[in-house]
């Protein structure tokens, strides 16, 4: 799905997405990644799902965004409260979803001025 692109582009924008990849700015990415507003797209290092661990939400944490929009991929899934304890406990809101309603809620909190990081899973193993 393409998505329109806002006027102001100083702003890590999703643009557009689909099952494989997103677009950051009209930019295609085909790795998970993590998105920031005012920060370039950093690579994420989860290849799927089943391999989050509580060190990726660490890399999450030492950003401090006042929420985390957790992309799981094609259908919505929760991570396991063990893993996120880093971001609660710095009461950073977690918040799980499939990767095309991430995308979206990231774009509508970022255009609100809010504090927000999408930690978005693209699943390469997936044909």
Not at 64 to 70: E, G, H, R, S, Y
Not at 84 to 106: F, H, K, P
Request: charged share 15%.
């Amino acid at each position: 799905m393409k998505l329109h692109t806002t006027p102001n582009q100083q702003y890590q924008t999703v643009t557009g997405y689909d099952q494989h990849s997103v677009e950051i700015n009209a930019i295609t990415f085909r790795h998970s990644l993590l998105v920031l507003p005012e920060l370039a797209p950093m690579l994420w290092p989860v290849t799927d799902f089943a391999s989050l661990s509580a060190d990726h939400f660490q890399t999450i944490a030492a950003h401090a965004p006042d929420v985390v929009i957790l992309g799981t991929g094609h259908k919505q899934r929760f991570a396991h409260p063990g893993l996120t304890a880093c971001l609660i406990n710095q009461r950073i809101g977690v918040e799980c979803m499939d990767s095309q309603a991430a995308c979206r809620t990231y774009n509508i909190l970022m255009t609100e001025g809010r504090k927000v990081a999408l930690a978005l899973i693209i699943d390469t193993e997936t044909p």
